[in-house]
């Protein structure tokens, strides 16, 4: 563990160690007799330095977590032959793009063309550098015509410098970033390919095209594995926006940092896969933004793994102004959050540690411990660390100069740190080395003006880690179907907590609890829809609806939720999912599930049960969760409680898992069927079974008709406004007499919910309530019924046989009229000398929701069994309307189906 410097130290060192080599505010170079240390020094130092960012302005150019491919040219890979700050430099990268004569002839006033290069790793015998690195840009060039970035490797014996992809075309398909070797010598890396979910959208009949993140700012990064002879590439993470900084940790395991910005998530949390994408689980850091470190929410990035198995992380907003911020040690191994260690562990304090220096300031303004830009452990027992450091430094705010002359800088001191207005003097990032033992801060590259150190790390041979290639519990016939399976044990436990209303043994009885009784009924799977840009299809905002919170969502099916909870399906692999709990009307009744799943080819994944987005308790993470509510069954051989004797358990089965051994396994279907297999027809009769079938519909279908015909793992329920809901309301529904022919009234729902009637004259929609296919006068892209369900609007009246707003005379608070007066304060008055009376249109409340069906509750209240539209919409139709609003109620949920902008 790396412990930090003493406040007495940490002063001299800042005051008396920089200021022997740079003059105070000076930018002169002083000789440097450091010694050589006798334990690095023929360990090979390589490290990115570049032109200090700045823009046209003379600003820092700022870092955001979110742009990965931004190409901020200026940089270099070098390397020293030991840690020194009198070995020299050698520049191993200007080669790629530039002729040995082109690199001699080059001066300061005639530079070569400015690369951008970051991301180095080295292999783990300490001989291959492996980066990312942006050829120069090219003049007059489009952006979609530039370089992207790509893979290289550096072998160090041989002196080699090769692209990973040696294919131009192949090397340009995708913005390459981040590369570290697996323990097979694979390399995995985050890229904007994404070469299977291009492979997905073929399949789904849509063109392929790389998706944006869920900002649709940038095109989603995410994991990708290839070979070191650039062959075979694989995508491994399915999230819909970026997957960054991967690292291998010594089990094998892929750690990383992912973006999580569905819904209303937004923030940089520290996950962990097998090399296959199999058992994806949310390792750190989900409660743990809020700090009083800055005002900012903090994010985790830059990850790296500690000889002590703890985990090295860069602390910093998701915006970063100084290329810099501070780094912490995490205790991953007792804690998921800051303040939370796992189930079971008796961690106290806090799960971060301070890696350097306790005063570093990380919310913007002046740091008097500097700023860290990188920091990398050595791996020989020593327990040093090479860091890339900046000084606190401010302008002298009482020297003054002529124009012209540069101002005077000086280190930072509480006095001038408490000066006011005192302004930051450029960033100055050296290299350097702490020996936690001696205590000492060694320089290994002296700062300069105008430039910077970005990344450093030592070519240092460390052990190579496990080999975790995929899930323990691996199924080779699913993987060859491209499937998945998922077991939940029970959807009613709540991190360890029974949240039944009487208790898992008496929900699971069908004898003490009525299926109609039991709260969850089914599950929904729902997946994201990936979001083109501009050039491949351009969509107006209109195109998402109400809201864009949940932006485009698809179902994949639904399957049943057994008495106890249980739930056991296959799923389509590679495909990112969320789950909902239904209940016996297919209405959500749980949050929304705001976090991807994933489920690799051939995975056999189990999980305990759901979570509250507000709740801190561990969850995803196989060893922080509580022990299940649902053990199972007690014996081999026996039914469950009361149960049907011909489903016999065995020990330790949930009841989906003894349903999915006898009747075989389900796959999400799109209808939602319902048949009673627990009830033992000795005792009780069973319930009645019901299907939810689409079949029935009359309007058109949110399937495909292959789909309609064979439900598949490629098929999906897609559910678009103007094709599918707005039908319904425009359906004829006749009612018959007896003798079934002779019609004696309609319910179509525009028969009475629009501005005329069967004679075409004006009239109040019943309930204020519009649901016509004419166009919005609000929206011309959205149909007026939609804009009337989902927005509040204005009653409505007749008025000399026109449909007007009706207007109602505005009182005070003690209910006296209010009159319209003119700028002065003074009365208006009508034609005959009378106060005119203030008049306001009266609001009519949305009856739906985008939160869902449970939250749109006036709508489907006419349709229960005491209302005055009972029976008028059927069970499906209902079913439709409610899976819709649940997943978001968009306009659209197929961005080629939108109108083009």
């Not at 790396?2 to 001299?12: D, E, Q, R, V, W």
């Not at 000889?307 to 191994?333: K, Y």
């Not at 489920?599 to 995803?620: L, M």
């Not at 016509?772 to 009653?795: A, H, K």
Request: hydrophobic share 40%.
């Amino acid at each position: 563990m790396f412990h930090a410097y003493p406040t007495y130290i940490k002063i001299l060192l800042s005051c008396l160690l920089i200021n022997s080599i740079l003059g105070c505010g000076g930018d002169k170079v002083l000789p440097n007799d450091q010694a050589p240390d006798p334990v690095v020094v023929d360990v090979p130092l390589a490290f990115i330095k570049r032109n200090l960012p700045l823009d046209a302005n003379g600003e820092i150019v700022s870092q955001d977590l979110r742009r990965l491919n931004d190409f901020v040219p200026g940089a270099a890979l070098y390397i020293k032959a030991r840690a020194s700050a009198t070995a020299v430099e050698r520049n191993i990268t200007d080669r790629a793009f530039f002729s040995a004569q082109e690199i001699a002839d080059a001066t300061p006033d005639n530079p070569l063309a400015a690369y951008d290069v970051k991301d180095l790793e080295v292999s783990y015998d300490g001989q291959t550098l492996l980066f990312a690195m942006r050829a120069p840009e090219i003049e007059g060039a489009d952006e979609d015509e530039q370089a992207t970035w790509n893979l290289w490797q550096y072998h160090l014996e041989s002196d080699i410098l090769e692209r990973v992809i040696s294919n131009d075309a192949l090397a340009e398909e995708g913005q390459d970033t981040a590369p570290v070797y697996l323990a097979d010598g694979r390399i995995v890396f985050s890229s904007t390919r994404q070469q299977a979910n291009q492979a997905i959208l073929l399949d789904e009949n849509k063109p392929q095209y790389q998706a944006l993140d869920e900002r649709r700012n940038q095109t989603a990064s995410v994991l990708h594995v290839i070979n070191p002879d650039g062959s075979d590439i694989k995508q491994i993470s399915f999230n819909q926006s970026h997957d960054l900084d991967p690292t291998v940790l010594s089990s094998g395991k892929i750690l990383f940092s992912r973006w999580d910005n569905a819904g209303n998530n937004n923030s940089v949390n520290i996950y962990q896969m097998n090399a296959d994408g199999s058992e994806l689980e949310l390792m750190y850091g989900r409660h743990s933004h809020v700090s009083e470190r800055s005002t900012q929410a903090l994010q985790y990035s830059q990850l790296r793994e500690l000889p002590s198995g703890n985990i090295l992380s860069a602390l910093r907003p998701v915006v970063n102004e100084h290329w810099g911020g501070d780094f912490v040690e995490i205790n991953i191994q007792q804690f998921i959050d800051r303040q939370t260690p796992l189930t079971g562990q008796s961690g106290n304090g806090s799960a971060e540690q301070v890696v350097l220096f306790d005063n570093i300031v990380i919310d913007g303004a002046l740091s008097a411990g500097g700023r860290f830009s990188a920091v990398y452990p050595l791996w020989d027992g020593s327990d040093r660390i090479l860091f890339s450091w900046s000084q606190c430094r401010v302008y002298d705010p009482e020297a003054s100069v002529d124009e012209g002359e540069p101002r005077p800088i000086l280190p930072c001191t509480p006095a001038l740190l408490a000066t006011p207005d005192i302004q930051a003097a450029p960033l100055l990032y050296g290299l350097w080395m702490y020996d936690p033992i001696d205590n000492t801060q060694l320089v290994v590259a002296v700062p300069q003006e105008q430039q910077m150190y970005s990344e450093v790390l030592a070519m240092q041979a460390r052990a190579f880690p496990g080999n975790a290639q995929q899930s323990a519990d691996f199924d080779a016939a699913l993987a060859v179907a491209d499937l998945a399976q998922v077991h939940i044990r029970s959807v009613y436990d709540f991190a360890g907590v029974d949240n039944s209303p009487q208790g898992l043994a008496v929900l699971a009885d069908p004898t003490q609890t009525a299926v109609a009784q039991r709260p969850a009924r089914f599950l929904r799977v729902v997946k994201a829809v990936s979001q083109p840009d501009d050039s491949t299809r351009d969509i107006s905002n209109s195109a998402f609806g109400r809201s864009t919170g949940q932006l485009m969502r698809e179902i994949i099916g639904y399957v049943p939720v057994e008495p106890d909870g249980s739930v056991l399906m296959t799923l389509p692999a590679n495909v990112p999912v969320a789950f909902s709990i239904l209940d016996g009307d297919g209405k959500r009744v749980s949050e929304r599930h705001q976090n991807w799943l994933q489920f690799a080819p051939g995975e056999v994944r189990s999980c305990n049960g759901c979570h509250t987005q507000a709740s801190t308790a561990a969850h995803g993470r196989f060893d922080a969760e509580a022990s299940s509510i649902n053990q199972g069954a007690a014996s081999t051989g026996l039914p469950f409680p009361n149960t049907n004797p011909a489903l016999f358990a065995e020990l330790g089965e949930t009841m989906a898992q003894t349903a999915g051994r006898m009747n075989g396994l389900s796959y999400p279907n799109a209808d939602i069927e319902f048949s009673d297999i627990w009830n033992d027809p000795a005792t009780q009769a069973p319930a009645a079974g019901f299907t939810m079938a689409y079949g029935d519909l009359t309007t058109p279908l949110p399937i495909t008709p292959s789909c309609a015909t064979n439900w598949t793992a490629l098929c999906r329920i897609q559910i678009n406004y103007p094709e599918h809901i707005q039908p319904l309301f425009d359906a004829e529904r006749p009612v018959l007499a007896e003798d079934g022919v002779s019609e004696l009234n309609n319910h179509r729902c525009t028969s009475c919910h629009a501005p005329v009637d069967a004679a075409e004259l004006a009239q109040v929609p019943a309930a204020q309530l519009d649901l016509s296919s004419s166009t919005s006068t609000e929206n011309p892209d959205q149909f007026t019924s939609y804009r009337e369900l989902m927005f509040t609007d204005n009653e409505q009246e007749i008025i000399e046989g026109l449909l007007l707003e009706r207007l109602v005379e505005v009182s005070d608070a003690n209910g006296d009229t209010v009159f319209e007066r003119d700028e002065d304060g003074e009365l208006i008055l009508d034609e005959v000398g009378q106060p005119i009376a203030l008049l306001t249109t009266v609001a009519v409340s949305n009856t739906m929701s985008v939160n869902g069906a449970h939250a749109s509750a006036d709508f489907f209240l006419p349709f229960n069994a005491s209302g005055s539209h009972y029976t008028w919409l059927s069970p499906v139709e209902l079913k439709l309307i409610a899976e819709w609003l649940d997943i978001g109620g968009q306009y659209y949920n197929n961005p080629f189906a939108a109108p083009v902008n």
